[in-house]
Nanobody, 122 residues
């Protein structure tokens, strides 16, 4: 059984920064890929960034150059550093324990956190 707990969300002005954390319990963390998703009101959940067990990363185009995903396997934690935030980044952010298809496309697994709200507004 794996539990994922996100934290670090909040209200921030446009151009500001936030750092999200996702703490994982269980023994699967270090051998699994992790992903950050977000879901805005009325929209589908979308993958924002992912990171392999070895530290390889990928981002959605809208996050490139602004967001950085990282992980600390010793702490069973994955992070999402978000800079230059925009109002369109407003969403509930979720972490997920997932994997990769052969072509390095991330797919979500069954374990999700409860989400953390990020609101970007002046």
């Amino acid at each position: 059984q794996v539990q994922l707990v996100e934290s670090g969300g909040g209200l921030v002005q446009p151009g500001g920064s936030l750092r999200l954390s996702c703490a994982a319990s269980g023994s699967l963390f270090s051998i699994n890929a992790m992903g950050w998703y977000r879901q805005a009101p009325g929209k589908q959940r979308e993958l924002v960034a992912h990171i392999s067990s070895g530290g390889g990363t990928g981002y959605v185009d809208s996050a490139k150059g602004r967001f950085t995903i990282s992980r600390d396997n010793a702490k069973n934690t994955v992070y999402l550093q978000m800079n230059s935030l925009k109002p369109e980044d407003t969403a509930v952010y979720y972490c997920n324990l997932g994997g990769y298809y052969r072509n390095y496309v991330f797919f979500p697994g069954e374990y999700w956190g409860q989400g953390t709200q990020v609101t970007v507004s002046s």
